[in-house]
Structure formats: structure tokens, C-alpha cells
């Protein structure tokens, strides 16, 4: 599943550590692509902060194995940040070395892709491939503004049908339902498009300090509405109908659409 976002600052990467981290506490081994070129952060709020990345994987210093990190709850995470970007210039040779590397990587039930914010063609081809899209907006109008470009962009381009939107930061479920409700009638009156509403977060002050301990919101403080709200959105995640039609079958199977896209 891919998680973005129109703008920055909405908590998007935020989001992807509690969901990995409630998945994986289901049972659930996942793993967690540092997709952001601009600000990969991932590692940081898992406090297991990276040496290597996956440039080092393209320039054969260190294989796939080598550059992964295990986090606590047994998440383990690439990361890519602006390393990735070298997959639009890299040669077939590259490509194939590249495709062996990924193809060790078969013991996970579920790859999040944390993308930038915005609807750069990086973002966009991450979009493209993915079995879930997850945009993450708040209440406030530039917010609003942002994700409804993104999700414009994605409609347009026939990228993905299957998005859905999580509203992160709300007062309470009355607050997240007026939100989202604007955002698909946006949606639908002007692109005549159906969105889905996955969930949403209630605000919580002490989010900052769990990012400073390093340490994911819902280990830290499980018995709270914010970390209930996150394990709403992971059982209606596992409970939906197409939950088991993914396209992929392999991380090899998922980066071969990848270069397949990205080569056009």
C-alpha cells in the first residue's frame, strides 16, 4: 500500500509508523519503503537511524539484506529516500541486478510505501502500482485543497481507483465525517469519482513526545483514542472484500511494474 499526501506536515510518515506497527502487533510481518526523496524519516522514529540505503544496493556496495533495518515489533524497513531516484537512470544490467536483490525479499505480508507529499512523478508512479493508496489529509483548507489536487491527479491519469482517505488530527468523529464529506463531494461533483473514508485520528498532544523517544504513539500510550483510531483502520484495511487480490506476489513481481512504469 502506498501512503501520501497533498502536503507536507499532515502527519503522513507518522501515520505509517503507528499502522505498521498495529499490523505487525497483529501478527503481520511488514515491511516499510522510505520512499520520500526529500525527507526520509522513517528510521528516525523507529530510533534505529540508517548507515547504508538503497543507492548502495544500485552502486553494489551492499546487497538488499545489508541495507534493511529491524525495528522493535519486528518491522523492518528499506531505506530508499533519494537513493531511489537513481531507478529512472539506471541501465538494464542495473535493472536485472537490481530485480535479483528484491527477489530475496518473499517473507512479507504487507510492503507500505511512505511516499513525499505532492504529486511528483516519483509519488505518482508509487501511486500507480499500488494495491491500496492512502491519502492523508486534516481539517485545515490548504490541507483539503492539497489532497484534493492529488486525488484530481490520480483520477485524471487513471493511476488507481482504490483510494482511500484517512483524516488525521480531528476533534472528534463528527469533525473527521464533516471533513471528509467535503472532500468527496469535491470529488465526486467535479470528477464524478468515488473516494472511501478508511478512518480517521483524533489529535493528541503527546504525539511529539513518542517522536522524540522514538518510540511508535501506540506502544507508548496503547490505551488511548489516538491508538484506537489507528486499529480501526488496520481491521477495516484487513476486512475489506479485495483484502486478498493483490496485483503483486513478490517483491521482484512489484519492482518489475515499477521500472515497467518509470521506463515509459
Do not use: H, W
Not at 515491511?31 to 520520500?36: K, M, N, S, V
Not at 542495473?94 to 513525499?116: A, M, R, V
Not at 502500482?129 to 483539503?144: C, F, G, R
Not at 489529535?203 to 483510531?229: D, H, M
Amino acid at each position: 500500500m502506498t501512503v501520501s499526501s497533498g502536503k507536507g506536515g499532515v502527519g503522513k510518515t507518522s501515520f505509517v509508523v503507528n499502522l505498521a506497527t498495529a499490523l505487525s502487533k497483529r501478527g503481520l510481518k511488514v515491511c516499510i519503503l522510505d520512499a520520500d526523496f526529500g525527507m526520509a524519516n522513517v528510521d528516525i522514529m523507529f530510533g534505529c537511524m540508517s548507515k547504508y540505503s538503497i543507492i548502495d544496493v544500485l552502486e553494489g556496495n551492499k546487497s538488499i539484506d545489508e541495507i534493511i533495518l529491524k525495528s522493535i515489533e519486528g518491522i523492518e524497513i528499506i531505506p530508499g529516500g533519494s537513493g531511489l531516484s537513481k531507478i529512472y537512470t539506471i541501465d538494464e544490467d542495473k535493472k536485472i541486478e537490481l530485480l535479483s536483490q528484491f527477489d530475496k525479499l518473499n517473507n512479507y505480508d504487507i510492503l507500505i510505501i511512505d511516499t513525499g507529499a505532492g504529486a511528483s512523478e516519483n509519488v505518482l508512479n508509487f501511486i500507480e502500482i499500488a494495491d491500496e493508496v492512502i491519502v492523508i489529509t486534516n481539517s485545515e483548507p490548504t490541507a483539503l485543497t492539497d489532497a484534493y489536487s492529488l486525488i484530481k491527479i490520480i483520477y485524471l491519469n487513471n493511476l488507481n481507483s482504490n483510494i482511500n482517505v484517512v483524516i488525521n488530527r480531528a476533534k472528534n468523529i463528527k469533525e473527521a465525517e464533516e471533513t471528509f464529506n467535503k472532500i468527496s463531494y469535491t470529488v465526486k461533483t467535479f470528477i464524478g469519482k468515488n473516494i472511501k473514508f478508511l478512518g480517521f485520528i483524533v489529535e493528541e498532544l503527546r504525539i511529539g513526545q513518542a517522536i522524540k523517544k522514538q518510540v511508535p504513539y501506540i506502544l507508548e500510550y496503547p490505551n488511548t483514542e489516538f491508538s484506537l483510531c489507528i486499529n480501526r483502520i488496520v481491521a477495516k484495511l484487513l476486512g475489506t472484500e479485495d483484502n486478498n487480490k493483490n496485483k503483486y506476489t513478490s517483491f521482484k513481481d512489484y519492482f518489475t511494474k515499477l521500472f515497467k512504469v518509470v521506463g515509459r
